[in-house]
């Protein structure tokens, strides 16, 4: 089929600004604030009308101007004009040319493969999709997916599987906004629609609390641990005395720690806040640490294959083996945290920072540039005092009880 001329060329369709431009005949480039570049054709069908009683316009996407040439979109245009002039809606009669939900997921999980934190988080992202969209979703057009059809793949999982469903309607509405940029879809953004509509109920969720230890009970608890010479005795007594998460103790490597320096720089592709943390070192922690220089490991803290950490049970299994109920590896976390506030009576910030976490708005953690290192020595020494049974500590500690 020969395209019909036009008022736009190959040169403007690269240069032209953000906006909509009009080649003609309907056609329309939109250049998004972005720079993405996609087509749009509008129509009127004959003989069909609007909910008010006046002529059907409708605008359909061709595809984006970098897949899409400027004859192409003309072309498909054209055939979509002679459709709408024998009252046929192209949405329904139009040659099927608009790739599926499934094709546009699998398009997004591929481009983005590098932004991943780690390949486990990127499998997850698709994951979600293929279990609870793609059954339902998967095959259909993408431009031809509204609320309703979102809604069924949200309202099954929405109350019973709150954090999985949240995450899905997140995931779809990702897809669904690449496929409009790529000249694929028209319009809002069902999911978006569905969020402002307040279509779907409210979902209390609970907080997920790792049982922890009482900081009374620890430096019993740490006294018979220091007695057993197993990896996983070393690498939970580090865990205990650092409040760090199992994955940053196992997956910890010697160039990451400084013993001139006394400190432990854990990379931020580690960090679930993806930025540096640094953790003071003790010297009950360095007295763990050195002794294991000897191995010669690539991890401080090797498993059973040769430079290879720990398993991520080794830990838990270890509390099993010494009869510990009401306690994970993770919530020694909690019981750091218990144990600033009640007993070492720090600032917020300072207990807060000692754990990764962010502390403050935007606003606050664009001036507050300090990760109040030395003041955090001070309070991982005091609580290495504390778990070890420091008498100080202990004497400190029953003062506050009386």
């Known amino acids: 089929m020969a395209a019909l001329a036009g008022k736009l060329t190959k040169k403007l369709v690269e240069n032209l600004g953000p906006g909509r431009h009009g080649d003609g005949n309907g056609l329309y480039l939109v250049v998004d604030p972005s720079g993405a570049r996609r087509w749009i054709v509008r129509v009127v069908v004959k003989g069909q009308r609007?909910?008010?009683?006046?002529?059907?316009?409708?605008?359909?996407?061709?595809?984006?101007?970098?897949?899409?040439?400027?004859?192409?979109?003309?072309?498909?245009?054209?055939?979509?004009?002679?459709?709408?002039?024998?009252?046929?809606?192209?949405?329904?009669?139009?040659?099927?040319?608009?790739?599926?939900?499934?094709?546009?997921?699998?398009?997004?999980?591929?481009?983005?493969?590098?932004?991943w934190k780690n390949a486990k988080h990127g499998q997850q992202w698709i994951n979600t999709l293929r279990d609870y969209a793609f059954p339902k979703i998967g095959r259909m057009p993408v431009d031809s997916?509204?609320?309703?059809?979102?809604?069924?793949?949200?309202?099954?999982?929405?109350?019973?599987?709150?954090?999985?469903?949240?995450?899905?309607?997140?995931?779809?509405?990702?897809?669904?906004?690449?496929?409009?940029?790529?000249?694929?879809?028209?319009?809002?953004?069902?999911?978006?629609?569905?969020?402002?509509?307040?279509?779907?109920?409210?979902?209390?969720?609970?907080?997920?609390?790792?049982?922890?230890?009482?900081?009374?009970?620890?430096?019993?608890?740490?006294?018979?641990?220091?007695?057993?010479?197993?990896?996983?005795?070393?690498?939970?007594?580090?865990?205990?005395?650092?409040?760090?998460?199992?994955?940053?103790?196992?997956?910890?490597?010697?160039?990451?720690?400084?013993?001139?320096?006394?400190?432990?720089?854990?990379p931020p592709e580690r960090m679930k806040g993806g930025e540096v943390h640094r953790v003071p070192l003790t010297d009950e922690m360095v007295a763990i640490l050195q002794p294991l220089q000897a191995m010669q490991s690539d991890y401080v803290f090797e498993g059973q294959k040769r430079h290879k950490p720990l398993s991520n049970?080794?830990?838990?299994?270890?509390?099993?083996?010494m009869n510990v109920e009401g306690a994970t590896v993770?919530?020694?976390?909690?019981?750091?945290?218990?144990?600033?506030?009640?007993?070492?009576?720090?600032?917020?910030?300072v207990a807060e920072m000692s754990l990764a976490h962010r502390v403050g708005s935007e606003v606050e953690l664009a001036y507050q540039r300090s990760d109040l290192l030395e003041k955090r020595r001070g309070l991982m020494a005091r609580w290495s005092g504390f778990v070890m049974g420091d008498w100080a500590e202990l004497i400190a500690v029953e003062a506050l009880e009386r």
């Open 145 to 266: 997916i509204g609320q309703p059809e979102a809604l069924m793949c949200l309202s099954p999982i929405w109350t019973e599987k709150h954090e999985t469903a949240r995450r899905l309607a997140q995931r779809i509405k990702i897809v669904l906004d690449v496929a409009k940029s790529k000249g694929f879809r028209v319009g809002e953004n069902p999911i978006t629609a569905i969020k402002d509509a307040g279509v779907l109920p409210k979902v209390k969720v609970k907080a997920k609390h790792h049982k922890a230890m009482a900081w009374q009970d620890v430096p019993a608890f740490y006294a018979d641990l220091k007695t057993r010479n197993a990896m996983a005795a070393k690498a939970l007594m580090f865990t205990c005395l650092t409040g760090s998460r199992t994955s940053e103790v196992l997956q910890m490597r010697w160039a990451e720690v400084d013993f001139e320096t006394r400190l432990w720089t854990c």
């Open 313 to 321: 049970m080794a830990m838990l299994m270890l509390l099993r083996r």
């Open 330 to 349: 993770h919530g020694f976390r909690s019981t750091f945290r218990v144990w600033a506030a009640e007993v070492a009576n720090v600032p917020r910030e």
């Open 50 to 115: 609007n909910k008010k009683g006046g002529p059907l316009r409708t605008d359909f996407g061709l595809g984006g101007a970098d897949v899409v040439t400027l004859n192409q979109a003309r072309d498909r245009a054209l055939e979509y004009r002679r459709m709408a002039k024998q009252g046929l809606n192209p949405r329904y009669n139009a040659r099927q040319e608009i790739p599926t939900f499934e094709e546009v997921a699998q398009q997004v999980h591929i481009e983005r493969m590098p932004t």
